[in-house]
């Protein structure tokens, strides 16, 4: 599997020009075995450093590695994984709230996709 596409590649390359702006996460990539779910949004000209939501057991807004994420061995010989299905209209700042409020990725995914079609506010994530 290629893990980052050309077209991915160059909508993480664009945003990471524009700094300081609330991205919709491009590629969502994760661990098939366990623990480890990333949502990038930008990264460096370099192409090696991504920013987005980060949860190896806590959720957190940060900068990785795409070399060594991408570097990463797995039983029977897997490594990480990029989800073919994800798609995402929401801001990083709105997983990142529903993240938090849930505690993991994959509680905010189920969370703000069992609302698709209305867009969370601040003030109703995570409640009923």
Known sequence: MILLTSQYRDRLLANG??????????VKFFN???????LATELDAGGDVMFGLADLGYPELGFWS????????????????RDL???????ISIWAEAARETGSIRGAEQLLYARAGQRPSDENIGRP
């Open 17 to 26: 020009r524009e700094p300081d702006t609330d991205h919709v996460p491009v």
């Open 32 to 38: 098939p075995f366990g623990a480890g779910v990333w």
């Open 66 to 81: 795409f070399d060594e994420l991408r570097s990463i061995r797995l039983p029977f010989g897997m490594g990480i994984e």
């Open 85 to 91: 299905h994800f798609a995402s209209d929401l801001p």
